[in-house]
Every structure is written in C-alpha cells, then in structure tokens.
C-alpha cells in the first residue's frame, strides 16, 4: 500500500525541530535555495530505498536481453555483445573528447577511423569507405545519392533502379527517395534472382540494381556475376546491402562478384549494440571510380598525419553531423581486433553452421517454402500448423512462455506466414538445443492442443495486446485515473 506524499513541513520537522519549522517553511532545506524547493507532490510514495531498488530489479526480469537470453530475430542479427568493447568505447580519449576538438589534438580517433576503413576495405574488397552513416537505410540512400550523382555527371539520362522481391525491404524507399523509378522483380522458385528473369527490363534507362546478398531467404544469389555483367553491360551500377555481411565474412569479397556500392552495418555483422532505433552505424564503400562521390569528409592519411579531406571533387554532401556514431565505430574497430583473421572467417562458419542445425532438426516439424540451402538464417513458415488453426503470430507468442525471444514474423512478405530464424555465431550449441526443444514442444501442442498456442503467452504480466489497434489508435497524451 502507497504511503501518505511526503509534505515539507514534514521534512523540516524532521531534520532542524518543531520549533523551528513555521521560520524555515521558506528558507533553504539542506541548503537548497528555497526558490529551488518544490511543492508537495500528489501522490508521491513515501518509500525507502530498497523499495525503490527492488521494484525497478522486478520490472528489469519483465524484459527479455541477450544477457538473459538468445534473440533469435532473423532480421536483425540480434547477438552478443562483448563486454570489452563497451569498455574500448568508453575510454575517456574517446567519451569526452569533443567534436570541433583540432585535428592535430584527435590523431588517435582518426587513426582509428583510419585503420577501420583499411579493415573494411580488405574483407569486402571495395576500394574506399565512407564511416558517417547512422545506420543501414542511411547507407542505403547514401549509396543511391552517389548512384543518382555518377549518372548526373556522366549524363548518362538514366533512371531506373531494379529491386527483387528478396531484397531488404527499405531497398524501394532508399531508391524513390534518391530519384529513382523502382522496377520490382520477383524471385525464382529456388529463392534466388536469376539472370534470365532480369534479361526484359535490361534497357538504356536501367541504372542499376539493388541486391542483398545474402537475401532475406539467407540464400545466396548464385548468378550474381552474369547479372553483374547484365547491369554493367547496360551501363548501370550494381549496388548489395551488405547488412548480413556476418554470413559471408572472409569468405566473400563483394568486389569480386562485380559490386560497385555496398553498405555494411557494423551494428550487425561486429556486433555491436543494435536495436530500438539505434545507434547503429551502416557504413558504405565503393569501386575505385565512384570514390570521387563518397559524403565529405573522408579520413586520409598524409605522411604521418591524419586528416579530414573536405575537398572531394563530386561529394553529395555530408550525411550526419562531425563524425558519425563514432561509439559504434570504436566497438566494431575492437571487435574486428579481437578477432584477428581466423576469427573472422569462424563468424561466419558458425553463423551459417548454427543456422542450418536449426534448419535440420526443425524440418518437418515447421514448413521449408525454399529447399535451397541457406546461409545465417532459416525461413520456415506456419503451413502445417495451419491446418489446427495455428498462425505464426500465435506460435510467436507461445515461445515466450519457453523463456525465449520471438523470431522475426511475417518476413520476407514473399513467404506467407514467415518465421525467420538467426541464432547467430554467438550461441552455444545447448542454447540452440534449447531453443530447437521449445520449438518441437510447440509444433507437438499445436496438433495435441492448439488452444494452449492460440492463447498463448500464459507467463507473462501482459497477454495478448491488440497490435494494431495499438498502431492505428495510439494513447500518447496521459490520463490521470480517475
């Protein structure tokens, strides 16, 4: 039960004396100010501190972390953080040092800037970096803007962007939003692009295309280098949203597949905090001829110096304030040293690995749409629990109840009833054993009981919410109860 709000008299009383109360009522308490001393509060509790400290501990078990547990959204490349790398990142040199700061006073940040660029550039084969943008949609437009500029100052009257349907849904928004008229291409029934299919829209108004690779099926597209020649040929530019890197890290290099524009998001493949709108960081690099058009500025070292180039000859411009998010930069750059080469190679293997053990043990208890064999991530989809009246939704929901955080649902929109699956390289195979277990259980009480599913979550302080209505109807003024 609430106690009575504390009132000052009260407080007064109780610190300087009865006597004293009715002099100090408006003077200074512990010696605040008295015009700084605010007035009774309706309704504040009266509570002791370890009251404060268990309830907010209560309210912190509610919320499901990767401290806590596997995240296994396949969308977003959910894994576990490091705790070094918050530690490099909160190194007084860097939380404290100020954005205008000289740079002859910021040669450590620029150096590792620096030395993050040639780290990128050596995986990914590109031929320069730019580390301002804020997130992966951000390297998206960023990578089209230089797209929509090189065709400008080649006058090549160019104006179309293809996108297939595997590609990463804000592939079409970064595009439109650069001046591009998007043509949409579906996939082939292996859940790949193929070349063929690209063949009737390859014209003289065709500046490029627009790939994720691996796509959001966690396939890879096989026929990248003819389509490559396809888009090159017709003089277009071939950009990739390189968002999961993570499946291909020293194995892959984009730039010997054909690609002229990547984007990278270093909150994804090195692991750095991800989630809620940011921070993230979705760096781009392109080919040698494309350098020219990279946001301004660009860190570049002369003799010993590191600077920041402004002078860029057909620059689009800055994309974000003085450096970027230069905290995610300086976790991934950690990262990236602590796993050496041979660690880099092991994120993928494991990624891959870990994704199509959870391929193979769930096969037959959820729907493969696509045989083909996939990379990081797993797409299954409802269809056998459809037949009792279980949807995905529902199937989501009841993983709750088994300790775990839901896939990703309803993604990709070219599989009805999506459930996508990446458990990363980070988990431990008894994680994902765990994990594998919860998921039979439910596809078992889907057939035995499908009413337990439907209704589920059952261990949580909230059940089911009305989700759209929630998105359509929003309470965002607060009421106080009556």
Not at 148 to 156: D, E, I, L, P
Not at 250 to 262: E, F, L, M, Q
Not at 347 to 357: G, H, Q, W
């Amino acid at each position: 039960m609430m106690n009575k709000p504390i009132v000052r008299e009260k407080v007064i009383m109780e610190y300087h004396g009865e006597e004293h109360a009715a002099s100090m009522k408006n003077t200074a308490v512990s010696g605040i100010p008295a015009p700084y001393l605010r007035g009774d509060i309706e309704g504040m509790p009266d509570v002791s501190e370890p009251d404060v400290v268990r309830h907010f501990t209560r309210l912190s078990y509610m919320n499901h972390s990767l401290d806590s547990g596997m995240y296994p959204l396949g969308s977003c490349t959910m894994k576990y953080n490091p705790k070094v790398m918050e530690k490099a990142a909160q190194y007084e040199g860097f939380s404290l040092l100020h954005p205008l700061t000289p740079q002859p006073m910021t040669q450590g940040i620029l150096k590792l800037l620096y030395n993050t660029e040639q780290y990128l550039k050596a995986v990914t084969g590109m031929d320069s970096f730019s580390l301002q943008l804020a997130a992966g949609a951000h390297g998206e437009l960023a990578g089209m803007l230089i797209a929509a500029k090189y065709h400008r100052v080649n006058k090549t009257n160019k104006h179309t962007i293809i996108i297939p349907d595997t590609a990463h849904g804000t592939n079409p928004a970064s595009a439109a939003m650069a001046g591009f008229k998007v043509v949409n291409i579906p996939s082939g029934s292996h859940g790949m692009i193929e070349a063929d299919m690209i063949k009737p829209f390859i014209n003289d108004d065709v500046a490029g295309i627009m790939l994720t690779i691996p796509n959001t099926l966690g396939i890879f597209e096989a026929q990248i280098l003819e389509i490559a020649k396809l888009i090159h040929d017709a003089g277009g530019l071939v950009y990739v949203d390189g968002a999961n890197f993570n499946a291909l890290l020293g194995k892959v290099r984009y730039s010997d597949i054909g690609v002229d524009i990547i984007h990278l998001n270093l909150h994804k493949t090195f692991a750095t905090p991800h989630g809620s709108g940011g921070p993230g960081a979705g760096v781009i690099g392109v080919a040698s001829r494309l350098k020219e058009f990279l946001p301004s500025p660009v860190v570049e070292k002369k003799e010993q110096d590191f600077i920041l180039n402004y002078d860029i000859k057909n620059t689009i411009g800055r994309m974000v304030s003085f450096y970027g998010n230069i905290g995610i930069i300086i976790r991934a750059y950690t990262y990236m040293r602590m796993l050496g080469i041979e660690g880099a190679r092991q994120v993928s293997e494991f990624a891959t690995l870990n994704a199509n053990y959870i391929r193979s043990m769930l096969k037959g208890y959820y729907n493969l749409p696509y045989s083909t064999q996939t990379l990081h991530e797993v797409v299954f989809n409802d269809a056998y629990q459809n037949q009792t009246g279980v949807k995905t939704l529902d199937i989501a929901k009841r993983v709750i109840d088994y300790g775990f955080h839901p896939p990703t649902i309803y993604f990709p929109l070219i599989v009805h009833g999506a459930i996508m699956i990446e458990p990363t390289e980070t988990e431990s195979k008894d994680e994902i054993d765990r994990f594998i277990s919860a998921m039979k259980s439910i596809a078992e009480e889907s057939k035995t009981d499908p009413g337990l599913v439907i209704d589920a979550p059952h261990t949580t302080p909230v059940k089911r919410v009305d989700e759209v209505k929630a998105a359509r109807d929003p309470r965002l003024v607060y009421k106080k109860p009556v």
